[in-house]
């Protein structure tokens, strides 16, 4: 049975998790697999009062839990894209992690085809770029498997690892292992930030420098400690460095 779903596209695909009086930007974050929009909120207490904290819910998960997981990347992200058109008044940036990384990347080339406003920057972690992402799946889903934390110290993620670790995560690992690039102009018009974890097994350093193709504009990589999900169980580091001032991104790369 498939769950009411509600009336506008933009509550039912991105969700409002923190938006503080007089916040200027946007950022727009999207799961890792298995995971729901809620997995954001240990973000808030790190963010500047200048950003509003919006998340994508995949279907399938938390408030959606009774539709139909996601089928197709472009599908999703197509969705996606089209929902974004009624979160206006603000510039924003998009975030995305693991599988995140893939379905933000896919939504902006969705954007560019829709012709609606673009974000200001795509920020990209724990990722291999687009054209290798499907196979990396295939070669190592456990990396996908959210933290497990401490008993007593429980957290959204270990809800959503306790709730969504069986079908969801396997569809969701199903969905990035077929994923595959469409034909055509590979690169979107957004600046590119790249976030790499120096223990993170499933993206190494040679590997992540391939997001380079994927956009026409800078492209800046960082590295920061911690394995795959360090965004997570240390946020600080990675909002701090995802909220910094990317303004010298603006100009294109020659």
Request: overall charge negative; charged content about 20%; glycine content about 8%.
């Amino acid at each position: 049975m498939t769950a009411p779903q509600a009336s506008d596209p933009l509550s039912r695909w991105i969700k409002k998790l923190h938006a503080p009086p007089g916040a200027t930007t946007r950022l727009v974050c999207f799961p890792y697999a298995g995971g729901g929009a809620s997995v954001y909120r240990r973000w808030i207490p790190y963010l500047p009062d200048t950003y509003e904290l919006w998340s994508v819910q995949y279907p399938g998960r938390e408030d959606r839990s009774g539709e139909e997981l996601p089928r197709a990347m472009q599908e999703l992200a197509r969705s996606v894209a089209f929902a974004l058109q009624w979160l206006k008044g603000k510039p924003y940036t998009l975030f995305g992690h693991s599988m995140g990384a893939i379905v933000s990347y896919e939504t902006c080339r969705e954007i560019d085809k829709l012709g609606i406003t673009a974000p200001e920057y795509l920020v990209v972690s724990g990722s291999p770029p687009p054209d290798q992402a499907a196979a990396s799946c295939r070669a190592g889903a456990d990396q996908h498997s959210p933290p497990r934390i401490a008993k007593g110290d429980a957290t959204e993620i270990e809800t959503e690892a306790n709730s969504l670790i069986t079908a969801t995560l396997e569809g969701d690992i199903e969905l990035l292992a077929d994923h595959t690039l469409e034909p055509g102009t590979r690169t979107v018009p957004i600046p590119v930030t790249v976030l790499h974890n120096d223990a993170d097994p499933g993206a190494d350093a040679k590997t992540v420098h391939g997001w380079h193709s994927f956009t026409d504009r800078r492209c800046r990589f960082t590295t920061l400690p911690g394995d795959h999900f360090a965004c997570f169980t240390h946020p600080e580091r990675t909002v701090r460095e995802v909220t910094s001032d990317l303004a010298p991104l603006r100009q294109p790369e020659f």
